[in-house]
């Protein structure tokens, strides 16, 4: 029975490649991937646990400045404030999250990178167009941070090699690249250097075909498990700790 099942579906499958549907249903892609997406960030959503963590959902109005809260809350929870870590940041631009986690963490060893284009953004991203967002590299008076330009897919690997990131700091990842193709390629070439109590943190998540999307892939692809440490704005941002 099973058998015969499996030759009908290669069948049909063969069918369905050979009148190429694309020709006439190819308009339905993108709006039948956002729905799908849409579902399953409410799904997620209703799924959270909201005691004991920092959560501001429902909230009618998105105020920005709530990451920094985030920040401040992730820094108190896991006693951030003077410990070594390393802390990667993926979506520089003017580098305001990363000039704050700079100056709110003073261990010496800590180790803080940004990684950017500053050329924009390298492909058109809901009504933001390629090369938005563009910014000079930041000069900072600090030894302990340094800026990585161009695409992460020309930069990471070469930052990996030369860069050991499996020291035994915690990792503390702040995506903020807004595409999914940068957050997937970011996150998939770390995989191999996460650890328990490493932390993730997603600066525009709720978007559900970009960093979402990219979560969702990610730690089903890699079964990662994660626990949600903070969200705010609608989970718009949201802090994660690898368990």
Request: hydrophobic fraction near 45%.
């Amino acid at each position: 029975m099973k058998k015969n099942l499996i030759s009908v579906i290669t069948f049909l499958k063969g069918l369905v490649l050979l009148i190429k549907p694309h020709v006439f249903l190819s308009w339905i892609k993108n709006p039948m991937l956002t729905i799908s997406n849409i579902l399953n960030l409410s799904q997620w959503v209703s799924e959270q646990d909201k005691k004991d963590i920092f959560n501001d959902f429902y909230t009618p109005f998105r105020d920005y400045a709530k990451r920094e809260k985030l920040y401040d809350y992730v820094i108190t929870k896991l006693n951030l404030k003077n410990e070594a870590f390393d802390y990667l940041e993926f979506g520089v631009c003017e580098a305001i999250s990363f000039k704050w986690w700079l100056q709110n963490c003073s261990n010496i060893e800590s180790r803080f990178y940004g990684f950017d284009t500053f050329e924009g953004l390298p492909e058109n991203w809901g009504l933001f167009l390629k090369g938005d967002m563009a910014a000079n590299v930041p000069m900072l008076d600090d030894n302990r941070a340094k800026f990585i330009k161009g695409l992460f897919q020309e930069t990471v690997g070469t930052f990996l090699q030369s860069n050991n990131l499996n020291n035994g700091k915690r990792k503390i990842i702040h995506l903020d690249a807004d595409l999914f193709s940068s957050t997937i390629f970011a996150l998939t070439s770390l995989a191999p250097y996460l650890k328990k109590g490493d932390v993730l943190i997603f600066d525009e998540f709720n978007v559900p075909n970009h960093e979402f999307y990219a979560f969702k892939i990610f730690s089903e692809s890699y079964y990662v498990k994660t626990k949600l440490l903070a969200a705010v704005n609608n989970y718009y941002q949201v802090a994660f700790i690898i368990e």
